[in-house]
Structures are given as C-alpha cells and as structure tokens.
C-alpha cells in the first residue's frame, strides 16, 4: 500500500510539474510577462526637449539612445506607443502623448528650409544643419519616413493635419530632395549617396558600395509608402493638386520596382546595381585601331540585379507592391525555407546561405547580416498578415513573443539583436525602440485592437 501511495504522489509531482512547464513555456504566459515589463515604464520614452532639440519628443530608450531624436526608430516608437496607450491608457494619457508624437516631426521640420534636407537625428548640443551647401544634395538625409509619421499621428487624432500645416512645404520640400538628388531617372529607383545611417546599416547591397550605386529595395518600398502619406496629408490638408502629382509618382516608382526589382526567377525582390559607365561615343586606341568602342551593340538596360537574399525584400509585402502571385512564391520560396531565412527565432536578417552570413557583435555598424531584430521580425509579419498568410503571420508573431519574453524572464530587458537558432541575446542590453512592437503583435494574436502604422 506504501508503495502505491508512493507511486501515485510521484505521478502527481510528474504531472504538476508538466502542467506547470507547459504553462510557463505558453503564449499567454509570455505576453503577461511583455506586459507586465512594457506597461510600467513606458514614459521614460518622453523628454521635454531641449537645446537643439526645441519640442518635446519621444526617444527609443537604452543609454545608447538617451536624449536623441532619431529617425525611423521614433516613427516606430511612437506606433509601439499608441498599442500601450490602447491597452491601458486613459484619455488623459493619450492627450499628453500627443505633444510628444508631433515633436518627433515638428522637430526635424523645424531645421527645413528650401532645399528640402532634413538630419537623421538630432542631439541635444548638436547643429543639424552645420553641413556645407555644396554637400546637401550628395549626403543620406532622413529616411523617407516622416510623412508616414506625420500621417500616422493625424491618423491617430482623427484626421486633423492642421498641426502640420505651416510646416507641410518643408516636408514637401523633403520629399522633393529625394525625388530630384537621391533618384536614378534611368529607372525611376531611388538610391543611398552613400552607406552611412542607412538603417539596416551593413546591409551588402550598400555597405562599402560605391557612392550613389545602390537602389536599395529597402530604400524604395518606404519611399513608395511616403509618398502615399504624402497623397493622404495632403487631402487632410484641402490640397487635392499637390496629392494628385504625389500619387503619380507613387505609381511611377511601384512600376519602377516591378521592372527593376523583381526577379521572375527566384522569385523575390532584390536591391539592384546603378554603377555602370554612361554609353557613349568615344574613341579607343588600344586596339591599334580608332574606332568607337562597342558601338555594334551598347547596353540596353539601366541597372543590373543583386542577387543578395536580405529580408528588406519582404518589404515588398509589408509596402502593398507585390502581386498576390509574387507574394506566394515570396511566401513559400523564401520565407518558409529554414535553409535562408526561416530560424527558431523569427526571420534571419540576411539568408543564411549568403557568403556574407555572420552573427558577429557590432555596434558600429550594427549587425543587420543575419542577426534577429525586432523590427525586422514585425514588418515581416505585418506583410504576411497583409497578404492573407495568416498561418504563417501567427507562427512570427508566436515566436517574437517568445524570444522577447524569455528575454526579460532571464535578463529583465531586451536587446538589440539575437541569435536566430538559439534567442540568446547578442548585443546592447535595454535596447526597447521598437522592439515594443511585439505589444502590437501580441493584439493580433489575442484577437484585440492593433494599432497599425500609415
């Protein structure tokens, strides 16, 4: 009898504590945990401004990050923001948040002028236009986000832009920049001056490139979506004429992307190369002979395709570009595939069977040649999500969960970047930014509200 007795507490113990582990390890658990960690101290993302920075703001957070306006890091920020402010923010809440989301804009605005350059990011004691006249138009400036930003802001308050108005012709003037300095007429593409502060830093399509030579897709599947704010700030604003110029030429460069971009055989959206010499006429003596060279038959196309598997290729789901046949064979060709980009932790920010492929610590630059990022993981499954992949949305989501959960369960912070088999951590400890977006795909999973970007 002793024996059984013995026997049966031991299969209870078993059970409780398979039942206990299975509960630990749930979803539900760890968004509790995302929760519990976000909500308490989201605030400390707003600053009062100050010096150059003259309007209040919201920084991403980490020591790294204290007191500084940066660029896409606030848009996103500030999306992360709205879903804690759905969650459990009272209306007192949300309007004191306002003066803190239009100064992310206002802030960069503020150092517009005619020549439609705007910094990438704003430090207290800095001078964020001490850049020489005859640089402005051959240097990376602000990323084409803003007008989203701006947009998302309006969108969030009802629809009134009149905040922007006195300042909407230096984003006019932003945007105009990029069309008129930072875009290839040959194939209608934007491209990066050159590889510094591009956002997904050591992305090898443009990392020690030569200048001027890459069409990123990253870079184009943004711009596409800020010149569709632009047509939407633009109607808010009665300004109809300038929307309608805004909506052509986001219908020029989907076309442009489309041509240039898409690879038919692989299946995918790639970055492609601008660096080609001018056709022309000149002569060559080399041959012991003058004659024009290669006049029988010059090249006959404008740029020539990257073949480098990177995940800004799925911003191409995330911007609206893709067809519903593009997205499938991104979807199940790239996606799906563990041997590239599929990992135990999300999306692997460069395709593992890339030569390139390392998960080496950096800060200077980042780490974007196959390391996890949270923001990377999010656009991604927005995309799928998007396109109607909700499996395969709800799989990305379940895991950035338990990444970002299991993270502040053993270090009690997140980081910038992880390991994409094993979710260990491998930089930059209390890196929050965007990494809050998991509260958005954590709405999703639960069913609830989700605040979505522009």
């Known amino acids: ?32 945990t995302i929760k519990t960690n976000i909500y308490k101290d989201y605030k400390k993302m707003y600053r009062k401004g100050g010096g150059s920075l003259t309007y209040p703001f919201l920084t991403p957070g980490s020591n790294q990050y204290d007191n500084v306006l940066w660029d896409w890091d606030s848009w996103l920020s500030n999306i992360a923001l709205r879903q804690i402010l759905t969650d459990i923010g009272s209306e007192k809440d949300k309007k004191e948040a306002i003066q803190y989301e239009q100064g992310c804009v206002l802030n960069f605005l503020h150092y517009g002028d005619w020549d439609g350059y705007l910094p990438i990011v704003i430090w207290e004691d800095s001078k964020p236009r001490d850049i020489r006249p005859e640089n402005i138009y051959n240097v990376n400036m602000h990323k084409p986000v803003l007008a989203q930003h ?8 009802g629809g009134n832009a009149e905040w922007i108005r006195e300042k909407f012709f230096h984003l006019q003037a932003f945007v105009n920049n990029y069309k008129s300095h930072h875009r290839n007429k040959a194939t209608g593409l934007y491209y990066w001056q050159n590889d510094v502060a591009i956002g997904v830093d050591n992305d090898p399509a443009t990392f020690f490139r030569p200048e001027k030579s ?10 596409y979506k800020e010149l569709l704010a632009m047509v939407y700030l633009s109607g808010q604003l009665n300004q109809s004429a300038i929307g309608e110029e805004f909506a052509n030429d986001a219908k020029e460069l989907k076309a442009a992307i489309q041509k240039n971009c898409w690879d038919e055989r692989d299946g ?17 003596n080399t041959l012991g002979k003058s004659f024009v ?18 995940w800004s290729s799925f911003l191409a789901l995330w911007a609206g570009i893709a067809t519903p046949e593009q997205a499938e064979r991104i979807v199940k060709e790239h996606y799906s595939n563990p041997k590239t980009f599929n990992s135990a932790s999300g999306v692997r920010t460069l395709s593992k069977m890339e030569k390139m492929y390392s998960l080496r610590a950096s800060a200077n630059p980042s780490n974007w040649r196959g390391p996890i990022w949270g923001i990377s993981n999010y656009m991604v499954f927005k995309g799928l999500a998007k396109y109607g992949y909700t499996a395969e949305a709800k799989e990305l989501a379940s895991k950035t969960v338990r990444l970002f959960g ?21 930089l930059n400890k209390g890196f929050q930014n ?11 999973l639960e069913g609830k509200k989700v605040v979505e970007e522009f």
């Open 1 to 32: 009898m002793k024996k059984k007795i013995q026997i049966l507490l031991l299969l209870v113990t078993f059970c409780s504590s398979a039942l206990y582990s299975q509960k630990s390890d749930s979803l539900s658990h760890y968004i509790s």
């Open 150 to 157: 701006a947009a998302f802001i309006t969108q969030t308050n």
């Open 214 to 223: 890459s069409a990123s897709i990253y870079l184009n599947c943004l711009m």
């Open 268 to 284: 995918f959206f790639y970055s492609v190369d601008l660096n080609l010499r001018p056709v022309d006429n000149h002569t060559d």
């Open 293 to 310: 060279i290669h006049s029988g038959y010059p090249r006959d196309y404008d740029c020539l395709i990257q073949r480098i598997e990177s």
């Open 406 to 426: 299991k993270d502040f369960e053993k270090n009690g912070a997140l980081h910038e970047y992880y390991d994409p088999e094993t979710g260990e951590p491998l």
């Open 434 to 444: 965007w990494n809050y977006l998991v509260l958005n795909m954590s709405a999703w």
